[in-house]
């Protein structure tokens, strides 16, 4: 068996053990360094990643809220309530929340390095490239494409916007620059990421057009974002812990209940995770 064949045995291992976490919302990090694994190496991380909505995107969801409450969750007649249909895209595509986080990287030689990581939400999968720049610096230029896993959210964040029926795919791109020290016992990088992501709630019915219980209100949402991440690693020999802070500004279009309108706002997805090099 060749170090990159045995590197991806127990890359699936790793990510088949963090796939039994289940929990709603929460960010999709990147959390590794600029610089690359060499071939055949594993780094396993397990965390915690958040998503928490501000500004625009908070205005939104607590009007929703309020309007939810003063009308005890009985749904307005459709296209006619904008403000309760931002509420629910912001719920739907941003994700607020926190989830546990598990990934796995490895290296494919040749400064290239692929990985897989899952939240509560969603699932990720990528490649990339590292550049030396010195020494200790590195660039790293990478690609990934996401799903929003159907039936992987839970919890009521507005009645109506059944989150358990969301499903969705995404791609993103991070440019990184990243340092690392003598004897690898910390780094830090930083850069830019930017991305798209489709999200759909749409009717789950049996043969013919039967309704399986009551049908969530229908729900379709684009969003478009791009920023800025930081983030520090800190161990020695195996064992590290990582933190990372993703901030950026995303515009999200869609159609709730039949209702057409376009809110934009600012996300911080904090992250932290342990990470385990074999």
Known sequence: MTPIEGGARRLLVVLALSRASVACGGGLPLLHQAQTLPAGDVQAAAGF????????????????????????????????????????????????????????RVGAGADVEGGL???????????????????????????????????????VILPNVDLGELHGWGADVPVLVGYRSEGDLYSFWLGARGGWEHVDISEVSSQGNVTLGEAPIS????????????????????????????????????????????????????????????
């Open 49 to 104: 990643s958040g998503n928490i909505a501000t500004a625009g995107f908070a205005s939104a969801l607590s009007s929703a809220q309020a309007e939810a409450t003063a009308s005890g969750g009985t749904p307005s007649q459709p296209g006619t309530d904008p403000t309760y249909a931002k509420g629910a895209l912001v719920a739907a595509s941003i994700g607020p929340g926190l989830s546990p986080y598990g990934a796995a």
């Open 117 to 155: 990581a899952y939240t509560g939400r969603a699932i990720r999968i990528d490649l990339r490239r590292s550049f030396d720049l010195s020494t200790r610096w590195a660039l790293s230029l990478g690609a990934g494409g996401s799903a929003a896993l159907y039936g992987h959210q839970n919890g």
């Open 219 to 278: 729900l379709s949402a684009t969003r478009f974002w791009g920023g800025a991440v930081v983030g520090v690693a800190v161990g020695f020999r195996h064992l590290y812990v990582a933190l990372e802070l993703d901030a950026s500004y995303a515009s999200v279009t869609g159609n709730y209940n039949a209702t057409q309108v376009q809110v934009s706002g600012i996300t911080l997805a904090p992250a932290s995770a342990l990470w385990w090099r074999f």
